[in-house]
């Protein structure tokens, strides 16, 4: 089991620029859930799909932020145009339907804006 | 709604010592709880988790916690400390139609010599 693989571990941009952070879920999980991670902020929820569909993007900060899941291998979170305060961990996790299965991380992509 | 609240952001212990880290929970149904720990430049990694049955649920690295439904509690403790224990930890409920995880804002354990 390869875990759930984020990609790039890290990314460096300029203020303006367009950001897309991708996911690869373990296979099998129908949900796949999106947060970032902040000193001030902690860890908040921005986004979760289900079976590929967005449930619940209550999160997601301003239209800047967008996410999809064209199938259910991949999903990507993008950030047009990307602005310093974006600054974060952006985690993805996964996990198969029931109340016993357990939420399984990525190792995260650090993002920073200048 | 459900939520988690997490007392001491901050705690220190010495190596050898007991490790306390306090949860309590909000839930209109039955909680699902969840421990989860985080190294540094890591993801977070699930200790262990409360379904039913057992209120004392054990888990990995030696940890284990306590459901108390009369306290609404689920506080996370190892008998003895080690250096390796140094890291964020987070209690977390399943809510959302039992589909979302809302976790609390995290305490970070130090543990010195």
């Known amino acids: 089991d390869a875990g759930v693989i984020q990609s790039p571990r890290h990314e460096v941009t300029e203020m303006g620029q367009e950001v897309t952070l991708r996911c690869k879920p373990i296979s099998g999980h129908n949900s796949l859930f999106w947060y970032r991670q902040t000193m001030m902020r902690g860890l908040e929820l921005l986004i979760y799909?289900?079976?590929?569909?967005?449930?619940?993007d209550s999160g997601m900060p301003e239209d800047r932020f967008s996410a999809k899941m064209p199938n259910a291998s991949f999903s990507t979170l993008k950030i047009q145009p990307s602005e310093p305060r974006d600054s974060a961990v952006y985690f993805c996790?996964?996990?198969?339907?029931?109340?016993?299965?357990?939420?399984?991380f990525g190792n995260g992509t650090r993002l920073t804006v200048t | 709604a459900q939520s988690v609240t997490q007392l001491g952001s901050h705690v220190s212990v010495s190596e050898g010592a007991l490790v306390l880290l306090r949860c309590n929970y909000s839930?209109?149904?039955?909680?699902?709880l969840f421990w989860y720990v985080q190294y540094p430049n890591q993801g977070l990694q699930l200790l262990l988790k409360?379904?039913?049955?057992?209120?004392l649920v054990k888990g990995i690295n030696g940890f284990e916690a306590e459901f108390k439904k009369s306290e609404t509690s689920f506080h996370l403790t190892k008998p003895s400390a080690h250096m390796s224990d140094a890291a964020e930890y987070f209690c977390a409920v399943l809510s959302g139609g039992y589909n979302k995880l809302i976790f609390g804002a995290g305490t970070r354990l130090a543990v010195h010599p």
């Open positions: 799909f289900n079976n590929n569909v967005p449930i619940d």
């Open positions: 409360y379904t039913t049955g057992a209120t």
């Open positions: 839930s209109s149904v039955p909680p699902y």
């Open positions: 996790a996964s996990r198969r339907d029931g109340n016993n299965s357990p939420l399984h």
